[in-house]
């Protein structure tokens, strides 16, 4: 038994395979499924992740047919087409002497491809094409492709299959009655509607025999209306063991649910109850899922009987080496998945390959080498934000000399304002992650040090990283200089006092981030939600007794904003457009919930005692407001930069210092780990 984590690192036997700890990684789509070099990107992707320590990977969805596949675009593949090519996946990570499962997921309804199907032909809100409602043979033939593409999974080397159960696609559309609207044997009762998930995993067990892994992932929560009911799911649960199931994994919630499920605002570990349940009435291992980022709160799971297994996803595009570091007791050393979604599902929704804000090496794996200097030099690197450590940490990886200055008395940067958000506390994870990391790989670290281009010249280094971040923008507008206008700076880091009545001028990322921080009934960085479960589940209106169905209650506790807060743009465009794609409508959501008010196609006039004045059209308007904080961006701070340049020091920009336009720590991050890998 292991002396760290001994619940998580103990092994398991899954059906006939024998796992060497109960850490899965989840399955994720990551774009590569469908680009120029793919399976052999994808192979050397998990491979990592094989040798990092994870017992059992799951790839992204693939489709079992034509039909069922997500509609990604040309380059998107059903699995009996594309089996042999999986071999360059299952051979990797069979080198690192790992096992792996396909996922194999029939997209249904939420298919953006025209030739979509569904037990009913509704059209999901969130997508264009209405489905083609399948007949009896199709349906028959669907669940045979299941078990055919099962096969061929086996035979091109992987340990088995995870049948996609939940989430919304074709067996979730079976399962409700939202979406199955039948009248045959296929619908109606809840036990027709069961069939073809039943169906599917006995099909697939009666011809595969019983050495592959049958994952069937269940959905233990719908959380949209007209879903299961928490009968229906320990039902569902049973007759998925009885019908051959080896392990059931957790999936929560529909795409098109209006509840957060993964993102930062979601409390670690906030869905483990529900796993609880299924897990209470099967004798199969049952996997526990969302939201759990640390090795910590994984055994906590474990050791609780909540769960036999943990699946995470993000985690490993944030740290590939987790279990490792986790089993040898260098915990402080994972770079720790911040939720943020920023680099992942956000790159994913938009049609880009996912990545990770702080681990720009996901999925560049084959292209994004940090690689041992030819010849180590001396660098200073100026700002200890997320951009300057990323860099720092990089180069001494390299075997570079690394002086890193930065004048607060932490790293951090704008993540120790970030972290303030309610929410956002794992920010810090990524502050201590890094200074662990520079602790180790012995790092000068000098705090509360404001370099002089002085400090820098004399050929006492051979290159000057410039991470000196950004100045918040000033207004240029009558008044700006009050007592009673702050910067955003004023108030996540000075703490600077803010009346009940607020202004907040500029609706980007961080004016939303102070809106959500000035919500708060309790004083400025109590961070009432970041563990707080039954808080967010009664605000969200999730049903824990799970008697209605799809667990979405009608009795939602909101806690109104202590404050009186008006978020004010000049844009009339959509408030939030800004933010991250799978995240905005959530944080747009959570405002609005608590009474935070939007005010867009605004010119600004003045301030003065009364509040901020502005003018909407031809009609001049008081935003009537104790405080007015400015979130009206940033300009860029390199005033190191024209000085170093004439002693002769080579100079690099990065992060807001090199351009506050779009800037953001994903760029900060990016731009820092392949700077330093290259130079
Ligand atoms: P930002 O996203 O550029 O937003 C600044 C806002 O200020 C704009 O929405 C703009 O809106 C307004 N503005 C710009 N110039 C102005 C002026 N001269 N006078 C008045 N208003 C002006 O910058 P940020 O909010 O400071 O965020 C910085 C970066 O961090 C961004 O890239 C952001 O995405 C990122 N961030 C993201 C998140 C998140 O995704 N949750 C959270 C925090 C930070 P109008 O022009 O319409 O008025
Ligand atoms: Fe986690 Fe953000 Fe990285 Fe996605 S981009 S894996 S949410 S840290």
Known sequence: MSDVYPNLLSPIKVGQTELKNRVLMGSMHTGLEEATNGYARMGTFYAERARGGVALLVTGGVSPNAQGKLGLGEGERAFPDCAEKHRTVTNAVRAEGGKILLQLLHAGRYSKQPDLVAPSAIRASINKFVPHELNGDEIGQTIEDFATATVRATEVGYDGVELMGSEGYLVSEFLCPRTNKREDEWGGVWENRKRFFIEIVRRTREITGPAPILMARVSIIDLVEGGMTGAEIIDLAKSLEGAGADILNSGIGWHEAQIPTIMHSVPRNAFVWATRRINQAVSIPVIASNRINTPERAEEIIAAGDADMVSMARPFLADSNFVNK???????????????????????????????????????????????????????????????????????????????????????????????????????????????????????????????????????????????????????????????????????????????????????????????????????????????????????????????????????????????????????????????????????????????????????????????????????????????????GQEPLRDLKDGLESAGVPVHLIGGADGSAELDAQRAIDQAVRLAARI
Not at 412 to 423: D, E, K
Not at 545 to 556: A, D, F, I, M, Y
Request: glycine share 12%; proline share 3%.
């Open 326 to 632: 986790a089993a040898t007791g260098r915990a402080d050393e994972i770079n720790t998945c911040i939720a943020c979604n920023q680099a992942c599902l956000d790159n994913i929704f938009s049609g880009r390959i996912a990545t990770c804000l702080v681990n720009p090496r996901a999925c560049r794996e084959t292209e994004l080498n940090i690689e041992i200097a030819g010849k180590p030099r001396r660098y200073a690197v100026v700002g200890g934000g997320p951009g300057g450590v990323a860099a720092a940490v990089t180069l001494a990886e390299r075997g570079h000399a690394v002086s890193l200055f930065e004048a607060e008395d932490r790293l951090g940067g704008q993540f120790n304002m970030a972290q303030a958000v309610p929410g956002k506390a794992d920010y810090r994870e990524t502050t201590r992650y890094f200074s662990a990391t520079l602790n180790r790989l012995e790092v000068e670290v000098h705090l509360s040090m404001r370099v002089t281009v002085g400090d820098l010249v004399d050929g006492k280094f051979d290159g000057v990283i410039l991470a000196t971040g950004v100045v918040p923008r000033k207004m240029e507008i009558e008044g700006a200089e009050r007592a009673n206008v702050l910067s955003y700076i004023d108030v996540f880091a000075a703490r600077k006092p803010v009346g009940k009545r607020v202004a907040i001028i500029g609706a980007g990322g961080i004016g939303f981030d102070v809106a959500e921080f000035l919500t708060q009934m309790y004083e400025p960085g109590n961070l009432v939600h970041d563990s707080d479960i039954a808080g967010f589940l009664t605000e969200w209106g999730v049903d824990q007794g799970l008697t209605e169905p799809g667990g979405v209650s009608r009795n939602r506790h909101v806690m109104r904003s202590a404050r009186d807060i008006t978020l004010c743009q000049r844009s009339e465009a959509r408030f939030g457009r800004t933010l991250g794609k799978s995240t905005s409508w959530a944080i747009r959501a959570a405002l609005q919930m608590k009474g935070v008010k939007f005010l867009g196609g605004v010119a600004y006039c003045r301030i003065d005692a009364d509040g901020l004045h502005v003018q909407i059209g031809n009609e001049e308007r008081l935003v009537e407001a104790d405080t007015v904080v400015v979130c009206a």
